[in-house]
């Protein structure tokens, strides 16, 4: 596709629960990144893939938290045992690549989760 | 700890003024981004600035940044509706990861 892709757009699910999150970056981008943005602030960095490795996970908050990119272009990002204030909307991007001293990152439309 | 301040957060003006958001951060970095982000919608590359003194315009907007005074400014000319938006900046730390400001949140009445 012409842009980064995230599905689903929306996801309600329950204090508990476990939920997947797809992003599929531009076709090319060895870089994918995602975020997490809540209401009225500006993102915040969760993990960055440079290919199939995750190169900085530091910005996961707990192990309940994970991100895998087997093949080097579609993530998924997991939650397990979902609690109220992961309730945010999960935000992908994608570079061309990553480790240079210009890359642009740009973003998909983002999943909004609701944990009741 | 590296951060990134925006100001205002909160900005109402009228249809035809000018007006300037701010953009601070605390450690040195010439990579620095301008997004929009429209109600519901993702983020929209604006512009990036590369260097000390970069300037870059693209119809009723113009960013510039000085990285020795570590600010970066967003002007609006002649202000529109279709501006509506809300406004980062972000700054690039070690060559990917993207620090944010909380956002201004412009609305402009005709």
């Known amino acids: 596709g012409a842009g980064v892709s995230q599905t689903p757009s929306n996801k309600v699910t329950e204090k508990g629960k476990y939920v997947e999150l797809r992003c599929d970056p531009i076709?090319?981008?060895?870089?994918l990144y995602w975020y997490r943005q809540s209401l009225g602030q500006g993102p915040e960095f969760l993990i960055y893939?440079?290919?199939?490795?995750?190169?900085?996970d530091s910005g996961l908050p707990n192990d309940r938290f994970f991100a895998v990119r087997p093949e080097g272009s579609v993530s998924t990002l997991k939650i397990q045992r979902t609690e109220r204030g992961d309730s945010a909307v999960y935000l992908c991007a994608s570079s061309l690549t990553g480790a240079v001293a210009y890359n642009e990152q740009f973003f998909g439309p983002g999943t909004r989760l609701t944990v009741l | 700890e590296l951060k990134v301040e925006q100001n205002p957060l909160f900005l109402s003006m009228q249809e035809g003024k000018n007006y300037t958001i701010y953009c601070n951060y605390s450690?040195?970095?010439?990579?620095l981004y301008w997004y929009r982000q429209d109600p519901g919608k993702s983020l929209e590359s604006l512009f990036v600035l590369l260097s000390n003194g970069a300037v870059k315009q693209e119809g009723r907007l113009m960013a510039s940044l000085d990285t020795k005074a570590r600010l970066s400014t967003l002007h609006i000319t002649a202000a529109v509706h279709d501006l509506s938006a809300t406004y980062f900046c972000?700054?690039?730390?070690?060559?990917?990861?993207?620090?944010w400001g909380a956002g201004t949140k412009l609305i402009i009445k005709p």
């Open positions: 893939f440079q290919g199939t490795g995750a190169a900085d």
């Open positions: 972000a700054l690039q730390d070690s060559n990917y990861q993207l620090i």
């Open positions: 450690t040195t970095s010439d990579r």
């Open positions: 076709s090319g981008h060895t870089a």
